[in-house]
């Protein structure tokens, strides 16, 4: 299963998210549901590098799945907190459809 868990502040303002392991949705190479959450979450994280600049720190390992990033301003640009509203309603999607067995997306408050 792949855990999504995006924290917010007291004030509903986007701090970090994390991503961790697979979908095992399907064999390695043919797991759309591992597919489309990597596809949203790696091209979140480029969005918000290149196209608003946003100050993030990104770790990531593709063996285990895991995917941390961390917002190094403490407000977001309108712009990144958009992507990241993109993101979180792109997983809740992946989650109703394919169910928690496979996508469990979690918001917590730092």
Same mark, same amino acid.
């Given at each position: &299963?792949?855990?999504? #868990?995006?924290?917010?502040?007291?004030?509903?303002?986007?701090?970090?998210? *994390? =991503?961790n392991g697979?979908?095992?949705?399907?064999?390695?190479?043919?797991?759309?549901? =591992?597919?489309?959450?990597?596809?949203?979450?790696?091209? #979140?994280?480029?969005?918000?590098?290149?196209? #608003?600049?946003?100050?993030?720190?990104?770790?990531?390992?593709? #063996? *285990?799945?895991?995917?941390?990033?961390?917002?190094?301003?403490?407000? !977001?640009?309108? *712009?990144?907190v958009a !992507? &990241?509203?993109? !993101?979180?309603?792109?997983?809740?999607?992946?989650?109703?459809?394919?169910?928690?067995?496979?996508?469990? !997306? *979690?918001?917590?408050?730092?």
């Open positions: &299963m792949t855990e999504i #868990t995006i924290y917010k502040n007291k004030a509903g303002e986007y701090r970090k998210f *994390t =991503c697979h979908a095992a949705y399907a064999d390695y190479g043919q797991d759309i549901v =591992c597919a489309a959450i990597s596809v949203l979450v790696i091209n #979140t994280v480029n969005a918000l590098e290149e196209v #608003t600049k946003e100050p993030i720190q990104v770790e990531a390992d593709e #063996t *285990t799945g895991r995917i941390y990033c961390i917002f190094l301003r403490q407000s !977001l640009r309108e *712009t990144s !992507l &990241m509203d993109s !993101l979180a309603l792109g997983l809740s999607r992946i989650e109703a459809q394919y169910g928690k067995k496979h996508c469990k !997306l *979690t918001f917590k408050e730092v």
